[in-house]
């Protein structure tokens, strides 16, 4: 079992920037494949980010390339979003997601691929 805890939620203004921070504990942390997902009201859950294991391949979704920032710190067992240049449609709850994987290098963008989630982080971008 793998429990995650978000962190560094709030509220923003357009072009701001945030970092999110996302605390595993249970397992061998550096096991697992993370990402990064959002949830808007009345909109589906999406994907934001990926990592694997290694933290050597990250993967973005377009609507924030170049924006957004996914990293690492396996001896803190923990993941990082980094958001800069936030928009009001970046509003939404944040959840991070583990899987685990034998592949340093595998990493998904499918959120039914996950196995453990965390309970999310809001986050509000004012215009």
């Known amino acids: 079992q793998v429990q995650l805890v978000e962190s560094g939620g709030g509220l923003v203004q357009a072009g701001g920037s945030l970092r999110l921070s996302c605390a595993a504990s249970?397992?061998?942390?550096?096991?697992?494949?993370m990402g990064w997902f959002r949830q808007a009201p009345g909109k589906e859950r999406e994907f934001v980010a990926a990592i694997s294991s290694s933290g050597i391949i990250t993967y973005y979704a377009d609507s924030v390339k170049g924006r957004f920032t996914v990293s690492r710190d396996n001896a803190k067992n923990t993941m990082y979003l980094q958001m800069n240049s936030l928009k009001p449609e970046d509003t939404a709850v944040y959840c991070c997601?583990?899987?685990?994987?034998?592949?340093?290098?595998?990493?998904?963008?499918?959120?039914?691929?996950?196995?453990?989630w965390g309970q999310g982080t809001q986050v509000t971008v004012s215009s």
């Open positions: 249970g397992r061998t942390f550096s096991n697992y494949a």
């Open positions: 997601a583990a899987k685990y994987s034998a592949s340093r290098v595998y990493y998904t963008t499918l959120r039914n691929e996950y196995n453990y």
